[in-house]
């Protein structure tokens, strides 16, 4: 039942523990506000709607004033009348109460959904630097959690601010209508409801957040000590692992017994407040009925009023909480929306190039003095095969990265047929440039959508052709649907060579002009590995490849190996004249083959 | 789980004691409100003179009375929370204390994230379903049963109307709450899907922009996103519809006591009083239903998660301890007598006869599940065999006590698994007591000195949650260390060096024959040249060992292993 209370529920106090406070709400309020204005025209018959209900709430409570008078007066002959009228206002009521709520659902589901689709085309087009600096986590955060909290306020806060104020006004304006000295006494309950949640309100959130935080440090170690169940049970270390979790455990009740009966607490303080207005009007209205300044039909209306009153004044305070939680999300969506996009600024076509690459004096850095590329110069001739080797950290990736134009170099140009890649359509650049990476990615879907992913409008017979040349045709077959199988949770239910495999039928399909591998297979079984290693052979054929090599037999059929060295290149050449220099590759060859140590 | 829950008798009994003295407060203040009115104002026993006095006195006793009633909902609170909270850090405690009694086949067959949602979600929700039952039932209760009794009291006709309109909302709420429900698992579902495309496109960043399929994605996203917010407009419009509805029934019930109300006041039998009285008794009975249909929710969903908990409680240890206390003359002596095991009907090792002499390098290579894990795994008894016998120094590993056992024992596994705190202390899990130079020392052994000096922070540099901030070949190098710091005479090796390159590794492997010469070594490996220098290999094939010897007399010898020889360094 997130997110929805029946009328006239005790709202639990939760939402007082979150505390976050953001950096210019302002800003991003009016930033949050020109999404609303798009949709003026629901906005517009929400404001009408809630208006309408309001008014109805105020007028109810006269129409039953006016009832109990005549009971008391013995006018029974015009009872029905009123009751009648009443039940018609009541009707009313009901009917834009409807329309209140209907509106509020669709303007906050429109304004989410445009949020959400905002932020996602953002996030397709940032910069890969963006994805590999901040925390996949992080990033997932707030596109749920702080969409969905966005969401949550708008859908609810608003709409409900919106009628608190109004309903205020109009109850506070009624009172004063009926008897101004009974609607002064009155306002001592507010007085008292807004001390009294002042005062448990920042003990409450104090007691919450630290909660808060032993909850999820009580989490974590429940999760690793269980993700991590046969390291804590191959090292003993049950009965330690046990008493740092009780001492948390008993820390996060004494906690949670003081925050919850606080929470507890705030229940019956507020049914005492309003069980003491309920005496105030009792008492002083009888006193100012037996003066006959009112009669007792004001009474009874009175009692409905304190309470109209009182409920908007609790919520505004509880809704302030929740509001400024979602300004701070919404700071950190827009910070999102606000990086800069990849430089899509080339315009030059890729099509009929040869698929020539050269890097010229090429230098990059990740971070700013951090340098992972030095001077690096290397021309690759078309349909030639360059194995890059060397220790992990020696720039290997980078080298792929630049080509891909992931990243932009410091200084120094890439040049594919003599055209820097920089005035080439990143699109055609990469569209003619299919890469097969070390982490086999698959997305969720179909096996047959997953090969063409690479190529749309692949027809069957070139699926076919391409799943025969990568190996993967038999293993396809045998999966229980073929190539409608759907793969699971990102290729959960098949096996990393698997997933492998079809990646370079991906690539196949795809094909490209110019051809980069990074042909880690260290999980992989050797039978498997051998269909990868056959896949990825006839895949090179005719192809402009640079290979990030780990094996032998790829780095001896290269025409070039480039030896990288903390970011330089050390030695370049064919794999007999470098093992005749005896230099850093033969050292390498040495113990990456025959497993010695020199 | 019910004896847990007596421990804390006495605050469980006062609490709806307390909470009992709350409602009976609530349900006073209209009939004083009602003695104001018609006696105070009408004065309708004094011939229609008003009583000022009585008016005072009754508001003073009212106040009184709301005074009292705040004490009592508070002092509920107070031992609710006591007996709910300590119930429920009795139950976190003892569940967590069981399953870390349990092999790690009874946790795989619960699952990781499963064990961890029962000892820390499904807790808290039993210990809410106890607060509601001592606390928001009992007050919801009362509140039904004695707004009732104190209108029947006022005027027996004012039951027409509690008969009328009882029936109409708890079928309302019944019906909203059954149509939302499933609505509710079909957004989770909708949800998911949103979360799962997000979540493909960040970690498949690369892919998506090298095929250039931005827009594609953008397309996907979209679906998933109309649908989820679809579902969402669904859920709102029902509830769009509820709240007018039940309004509606609220208002036409009050109505429905001023009209009949009216009539008995015409016909002398009731006062306007009562009839102020009996318009705030129906609020807050009705009131009180809608709540009730929550609490019950609340009490469905506690039940559910008490069952998971109560499954993970009553999970007895399938493997335990045996009487053997662990000296042996013999040290680091593992033998496999014609074993079979396996997870589920089918054995993944069959019949396995090998042994290993202390102070022996073993390494063991085989396809990827052909169950080399699975066999390691039987020395520190995660399982148990299912026919033969697996002997530790002589003696039968279920005869062992296991700690006794696993103390003998040392694994490194494939997934380095490390803890969220510094690195130093991660690796002093090896041996708690060890010193600095120990803890260095291992490390030097392992490889991971130099990176670890270099950290910000050296040896107590934090892991960061799941090992995040450091990289594959850094963790399962810290992992290493770990283990070796163990000291233990036999050192388990589950391919946990893969991700190191070669020449890493060979310097790993020299270091710790160098240092550790007496300790039993068995290393997993995925790569021949990890395991080349090893005294014997065993060749796992199919689940049964295909061959097992020197790497030179294999290359002889064993068809398979050559195969394998040939396609990881030779040209394939």
Redo the contacts between chains.
């Keep these: 039942m997130r997110g929805y209370r029946l009328p006239g529920m005790r709202v639990r106090r939760d939402r007082a523990a979150r505390s976050e406070k953001p950096k210019d709400g302002r800003k991003t309020m009016l930033r949050l506000f020109a999404y609303f204005r798009r949709e003026s025209l629901i906005a517009a018959g929400l404001f009408g709607a809630v208006l309408a209900v309001v008014v109805c709430s105020v007028t109810v409570p006269g129409l039953q004033s006016l009832a109990i008078d005549r009971i008391a007066a013995g006018r029974f002959d015009s009872l029905p009348y009123v009751l009648a009228v009443m039940l018609g206002v009541y009707g009313i009521n009901c009917i834009c109460t409807f329309f209140q709520s209907l509106l509020s659902a669709r303007l906050s589901q429109r304004v989410v959904k445009r949020m959400r689709e905002e932020l996602f085309e953002k996030i397709t087009n940032l910069p890969i630097s963006y994805t590999d600096n901040h925390p996949h986590g992080d990033i997932m955060s707030r596109m749920t959690n702080d969409v969905e909290n966005i969401s949550n306020t708008v859908s609810q806060s608003l709409s409900s601010m919106f009628s608190g104020i109004l309903m205020i006004a109009g109850t506070v304006f009624m009172m004063i209508y009926y008897c101004p000295a009974l609607a002064a006494l009155s306002c001592i309950t507010v007085v008292m409801t807004l001390g009294i949640t002042k005062l448990l309100a920042s003990a409450l959130r104090r007691s919450y957040t630290k909660r808060q935080a032993l909850l999820g440090t009580l989490n974590a170690k429940t999760e690793e000590t269980i993700t991590g169940f046969k390291t804590v049970t191959a090292y003993n270390r049950q009965k330690q692992t046990i008493l740092d979790f009780e001492k948390t455990s008993d820390e996060l009740t004494k906690t949670g017994i003081i925050a919850e009966i606080l929470a507890g607490s705030m229940g019956p303080c507020m049914n005492v407040i309003n069980n003491t207005g309920f005496v105030i009007i009792a008492a002083f209205g009888g006193y100012f009925a037996i003066k006959g300044i009112i009669s007792i039909g004001v009474i009874s209306a009175f009692i409905v009023y304190a309470k109209q009153f009182g409920r908007p004044i609790d919520e505004l305070a509880q809704i302030y909480g929740q509001i400024q939680g979602a300004i701070a999300g919404a700071e950190r969506v827009f910070e999102v929306m606000d990086g800069k996009d990849e430089d899509k600024s080339g315009s030059r076509s890729m099509e009929g190039l040869d698929g020539v690459i050269e890097f010229k004096n090429v230098n990059f850095s990740y971070y700013p003095g951090k340098q992972v590329l030095y001077d690096f110069s290397l021309k690759i001739d078309a349909g030639k095969k360059v194995a890059l080797v060397g220790a992990t950290g020696s720039g290997k990736t980078t080298v792929v990265n630049l080509l891909m134009r992931f990243y932009d170099t410091d200084s120094g140009e890439i040049l594919i047929d003599g055209v820097n890649i920089k005035d080439i359509d990143c699109r055609s650049l990469r569209r003619n440039t299919a890469i097969v990476l070390q982490d086999a990615v698959l997305f969720s879907d179909t096996i047959e959508n997953n090969l063409k992913y690479s190529n749309p409008r692949a027809d069957d017979e070139a699926v076919e052709k391409a799943a025969k040349m990568s190996n993967c045709r038999n293993m396809i077959a045998h999966m229980p649907r073929g190539y409608k199988t759907f793969l699971t949770g990102a290729g959960q239910n098949i096996s990393q060579g698997q997933k492998q495999l079809l990646t370079i039928c991906r690539a196949f399909l795809a094909e490209p002009e110019i051809l980069v591998l990074d042909e880690a297979t260290s999980s992989v079984d050797t039978r498997t590995e051998k269909n990868i290693q056959n896949a990825m052979v006839r895949l090179m054929n005719d192809r402009t490849s640079l290979i990030i090599a780990h094996r032998l037999s790829t780095i001896r059929d290269a025409d070039i190996i480039v030896v990288m060295d903390k970011g330089r290149i050390s030695e370049m050449g064919s794999h007999e004249s470098l093992m005749e220099k005896k230099g850093t590759y033969y050292r390498l060859y040495m113990t990456q083959f025959a497993g010695k140590t020199t | 789980m019910l004896e847990y829950l007596k421990k804390y008798w006495l605050w469980a009994a006062l609490a709806p004691l307390f909470m009992c003295g ?1 409602v009976f ?2 349900l006073l ?1 209209p009939r ?2 009602k003695t ?2 018609d006696e ?3 004065g309708l026993s004094n011939g229609g003179v ?1 009583d ?1 006095g009585l ?2 006195t ?2 003073a006793k ?2 009184g009375l ?2 009292v ?2 004490f ?3 002092m ?3 031992f ?3 007996c709910s ?2 119930f ?2 009795d139950l ?2 003892a569940a ?2 069981n ?3 349990l092999s ?1 086949g009874q ?1 795989d067959r619960f699952s ?1 994230g499963s ?2 949602t029962r ?2 979600n499904d807790i808290t929700q039993v210990q809410q379903l106890v ?1 509601q039952c001592i ?1 928001g039932f009992v007050r919801t209760g009362m509140l039904i049963v004695g707004g009732i009794v104190c209108m029947l009291s006022l005027d027996l006709s004012f039951g027409a109307v509690i008969a009328c309109s009882l029936p109409f909302i708890l079928f309302c709420v019944i019906y909203f709450i059954g149509r ?1 429900n499933p609505m509710f698992g079909i957004l989770q579902q909708k949800l998911d899907n ?3 495309v ?17 827009d ?3 397309a996907r ?2 679906k998933a ?2 649908e989820l ?1 679809d579902t ?2 669904n859920i ?2 029902l ?3 509820m ?6 029934l609220l ?2 019930s ?2 429905a006591v ?2 009949l ?3 008995r ?2 016909g002398g039998g009731l006062t ?1 009083g009562a ?2 009285a009996a ?2 008794y129906i ?1 807050q009975i009705l ?1 009180a239903v ?2 009730m249909t ?1 609490i019950f ?1 609340t009490i469905s969903r506690g039940t559910a998660s008490g069952r998971r908990v109560m499954e993970l409680l009553e999970c007895s240890p399938a493997i335990t301890d045996g009487d053997f206390e662990g000296e042996t003359r013999l040290k680091g002596k593992v033998e496999f007598k014609n074993v079979s095991f396996g997870y589920g009907k089918t054995d993944i090792l069959k019949n396995i006869s090998f042994t290993v002499n202390p102070g022996e390098t073993i390494g063991i290579l ?4 052909c169950g080399k894990t699975s066999l390691v ?1 039987l020395i ?1 008894r ?1 399982y148990d065999v299912r026919e033969g016998a697996v002997l530790v120094d002589g003696v039968d590993v279920r005869d062992y006590k296991l ?1 006794a056992l ?2 003998k ?3 490194s ?1 494939q997934k380095s ?4 705190t510094t690195i130093k202390e991660n690796i002093l ?2 041996r ?1 007591d060890a010193s600095d130079e120990d803890v260095a020392k291992a490390a030097e052994i392992a490889r991971a000195k130099d990176f670890i000096e270099n950290s910000p922070d050296g040896f107590d540099t934090l892991v960061a ?2 090992g ?1 901030s450091l ?1 594959g ?1 850094q963790k399962q190098r810290i992992a290493v260390s ?1 283990s070796i710091l ?1 000291g233990a005479e036999i050192l388990i090796f589950d391919d946990c060096t ?2 190191l ?3 890493t590794e ?2 790993l492997y ?1 270091r710790l024959n160098k240092a550790e010469k007496n300790m039993t070594k068995i290393i997993i490996a ?5 395991v ?2 090893a005294d014997r290999i065993a060749v796992i094939d199919g689940g049964r060992l295909a061959a097992f010897d020197s790497h030179e007399r294999l290359l002889e010898t064993s068809e398979i292993y050559r ?2 020889y040939n ?6």
């Design positions: 709350e407060m609530d203040q004083l409100m104001i009115v105070g104002v009408l008003g000022l008016i005072s009754t508001g009212m106040i709301v005074a009633g705040g009592c909902g508070v509920s609170g107070v609710a929370n006591l909270q300590n429920g850090n976190r405690k967590f204390r399953t870390l009694a790690p946790t990781t064990i961890i000892i820390t607060t606390r939302a949103v979360n799962s997000m979540q493909e496109n960040i970690t498949g960043a690369r892919v998506v922009k090298a095929y250039v399929r931005e594609y994605e953008n996203f979209g996103n109309n917010v969402q407009l709102l419009v509830f769009s519809y709240t007018p509805i039940m309004n509606i208002n036409a009050v109505v001023i009209f109300g009216g009539i006041v015409r306007p009839v102020m318009i705030t609020t009131n809608m709540r929550m929710q085989g396809e990827t599940g795994q520190p995660f700690e696993r103390d024992v040392s694994l596994l698994e490390l803890f969220n899990w090896g708690q949650e799941k995040m990289s070949g770990r163990k893969g991700a390159d070669l020449k060979a310097e020299e995925q790569r021949i040249a990890s080349k220098s195969d394998i396609s990881q360094l030779k040209a394939g």
